[in-house]
């Protein structure tokens, strides 16, 4: 009978490691996305390994977290990825490998708990293949940026499976010990495990029917660390990065509609995407209407009516909404500027649906067993398309404005994605045009229809929209050229050379600035001042060959020896 159970065991797993490779095999040759930049290829401290970028980020925060062992971790991946041509120079395979293989270790921890919790292999099998291949978790495999996620959950796990075996006995030994080192280097891996010692109570209480007060005496170390990990991670936060809901009072309505979100995304994940651009305000509006607010509650108020029968889906519930709670808006975060929901949000939580699917399994015949399977076939199948929307930036985006046609980001990409490689002005200008409806205050997209306006002719409209783009804190590259350029075509040579000013300020690289203000100089019968214009310019880019061939242009109309001598040095300098 032993051996039977154990061979049970190592096929499930062998049948979960063929499902992980199978849905997220493909993502191996996927390229870089989204956030990668930031905490990859720009990171110039995760490679090469030395003590001084070992201890950078044990001494520093970085993006506004404070996570030291999750970027230590990415040095491994890196170490393997690195190409050798520069320091940042990566080749993705590696790290998507990584996401990989630590998302089959999840599935292989959390198969052993709900083992533990069911005693039987085939539950915790169908429960495990839930969290292995949902649609919802191609964002946290499929995405690097995401292995925060994937160690932090691998030491919750962990800490998990430890605490529960520790204390089955009643006893306080070395795998609670054990236990708590592993919270630990979950809270250093993403602060969003603040809640693990929660999920750890529901869980004790659920399997020993131990009282709260009993559990709390054995967690309060859990939650003193994590109440230091949030002290420090809130310390390094940007104050003004949080979305603000003044009103305390609509908070747990804006729980409740992320909740609902994600609900109605574990049921039907067929409309998934990285960015859902669900905003507190976006929640809010027409509140009374909005059925995610009022799915919790209806699911609620179901499994009160039937918990006699159902009773047991208490405890996966509370799992779920005990992972989600620092990310349900209760508390303002920072993402919550562009979205309170994202899939990646789900990944600890799927603990919740897991469990809910063994459970279920148990309380079912062969003809529920076989139904599950079904809707899992379903869901690794849909888990297989989506992966597929990770594969490049443009595949990305496209899903993402497919899902949510507001979403900002992702409509300003696709503008500069049909201008750069597809040449199509026109439908760059109705992008950018969608983007600054969906957000007026979104300077990019100001930015980027104001260059369009200046190519297509319309000078005067494009000065509207670069001129609020240039009253900005941060002016994006090549906006005030632009507008200089706008006002030189509507005859304002004044405001034209301002602006051309503030462009060979802001940004001295670009050189159509200084080439325009010395065209304009030599209009404006200037000719010593358009050459030295040019000289300045060749300071800051030598030999660049319209710079010189302007310069050669101007000479003749030049008076001054002493500027000509300097004329002819940078013209015959090799």
Known sequence: ??????????????????LVLTVYGRSLHFNFVSDDTLHITQNTHIHPITFNNLTYFWENSYQGLYIPLSYTLLMIPASLAADGSSPTSFDPTPFHAANIVLHFANCALLFALLLSITGSCAASFAGTMLFAIHPIQAESVAWISEFRGLWATLFSFLALRF??????????????????????????????TTIVPLLALILEHMMYRRSILTSLRRLWPWFFAAIILTCINFSVQDPNSSMSIHSVLLRPLVALDALGFYISSLLFPTSLSFGYGRTPQVALANSLFNINIFLPLALLLILFVFRRRIGFAIYPMLLMVAALLPVLGLIPFGYQAYSTVADRYMYLAMIGPALLVALFWQHLKIVGHVSILILLSCFAALGFHQVGYWKTRDTLHIRAVEVNPESYSSLTYLAQLAFEKYKNIDLTEKLYRQAIQVSPNGIMAYAGLGKILVLKGKT???????????????????????????????????????????SIRDYPSVMESWILKANLLKMMQHPNASARTLLDALKVAPNNEKVLHELEAVTPEVDDPELLKEIDASLHTP
């Open 1 to 18: 009978m032993k051996i039977s159970q154990k061979y049970s065991k190592l096929i499930s797993l062998g049948i979960l490691a063929i």
């Open 163 to 192: 605490y529960l075996t520790g204390v089955e006995r009643d006893t306080i030994g070395k795998r609670y010990i054990l236990a708590l080192v592993f919270y630990i280097m979950a809270l250093l891996c993403k602060p969003s």
């Open 460 to 502: 005067k409209e494009a000065i509207h929209y670069l001129e609020i783009a240039d009253r900005s804190k941060f002016v994006p590259s090549g906006v005030s050229y632009y507008l200089g350029y706008a006002y030189y075509k509507q005859d304002d040579n004044g405001k034209a050379m301002q602006s051309l000013d503030k």
